[in-house]
């Protein structure tokens, strides 16, 4: 923390061009804390490029797989996608496409697009079939994106130098005196 006090989020002039559209990011570190098995989530979203929205935190359940996992953390950053379009709702900020989410697991996203496999899923709690209820809606769409790409990653696992500071920087943390 020390060494980082003159840093902090830059919201980039907007881009019109581009249309307004919210794009997430949700990553999950698949039983990371060695004590209790549990895993750390994290989200980011994006209006215009500027990131708006973040959490990292543990989760309440233990994943059985990585795809339980991301698919947990994918609902969650599903819930807080209705809220951000609520709250652009009321700021009459209308949206130009339905909310893209980026996950690095092929097996969640194929998991919430795919309700025949709800038999292998019942263990999962309702709560986290919000996801595909979303995806059902067309309220958000899932998208593929390498681990290298994932930009939630800074909030889920500890990163070694050059791509901690790829990551901070594609998220907008930047030194504000320079």
Known sequence: MKGTLDYGLLFSKANHN???????FS??????DVEDNKNTTGYVFKLLGSTICWSSKKQEDVGLSTCESEYMVAASAACQSAWLESLFAELKIQLDSVVQLNMDNKSAICLANNPIAHGRTKHIGTKYHYLRDQVRKGRISLAYCKSEEQEADILTKVLRG???YKFREKVGIVNCLN
Do not use: C, N, P, T
Not at 27 to 32: K, L, P, T
């Open 18 to 24: 581009q249309g307004i559209r919210l794009i997430g």
């Open 27 to 32: 990553d999950a570190d698949w039983s990371g």
């Open 162 to 164: 050059e791509k901690f």
